[in-house]
């Protein structure tokens, strides 16, 4: 059976991508492209954890 989503060439490696720790589970998770724009600004893994605690 054939590969739906085959990379190309045209996206990274998914361990490629940049991590970070959440600050409220402390679990680490990586880049999304739709936190392209404020990556930096990201402390929070999901909005459960947004909710759970604050992310200060």
Same mark, same amino acid.
């Given at each position: 059976? %054939?590969?739906k989503h085959?990379?190309?060439g045209t996206a990274p490696?998914?361990? $490629?991508l940049p991590q970070k720790t959440c600050?409220?589970? %402390?679990?680490?998770?990586?880049?999304?492209?739709k936190w392209a724009r404020d990556? $930096?600004?990201v402390k929070v893994c999901s909005d459960r954890c947004?909710?759970?605690?604050?992310?200060?």
């Open positions: 059976m %054939a590969r085959v990379n190309l490696d998914k361990r $490629d600050a409220v589970c %402390a679990k680490p998770f990586t880049w999304r492209r990556w $930096d600004q947004r909710a759970a605690g604050t992310g200060s």
